[in-house]
């Protein structure tokens, strides 16, 4: 079973920044892709960042530049670095994963991110 554990997040005041991490258990081997999203109240969710494992890795327009995806192949882990954060950042962030060729992602349970102006 694939169990996605976020941690970070937090209060913060605009301008600082904030480290999201993600740790998939269950869920190695072979092409995949893992990154974070975020939901705004009552829409869908919206991507912020993903990252291959072969390292290819994407950004919304609103975070290029502020926000910098990496991931740890070896221990299944992705984080978000997130610099200079602006009060329309804040959101509820949830940790994405998915295997190529499948149609299956996962979800973790999110992590509440608060920029104060």
């Known amino acids: 079973q694939v169990q996605l554990v976020e941690s970070g997040g937090g209060l913060v005041q605009a301008g600082g920044s904030l480290r999201l991490s993600c740790s998939a258990s269950?869920?190695?081997?072979?092409?995949?892709?893992m990154g974070w999203y975020r939901q705004p109240t009552g829409n869908p969710r919206d991507l912020v960042a993903t990252?291959?494992?072969?390292?290819?890795?994407q950004y919304a327009d609103s975070v290029k530049g502020r926000f910098t995806i990496s991931r740890e192949a070896t221990r299944n882990t992705v984080s978000l670095q997130m610099n200079n954060l602006k009060p329309e950042d804040t959101d509820v962030y949830y940790c994405?994963?998915?295997?190529?060729?499948?149609?299956?992602?996962?979800w973790g349970r999110g992590t509440q991110v608060t920029v104060s102006s």
């Open positions: 990252v291959t494992s072969s390292g290819y890795a």
């Open positions: 994405y994963a998915k295997r190529a060729f499948s149609s299956t992602a996962y």
């Open positions: 269950g869920f190695n081997s072979g092409q995949t892709t």
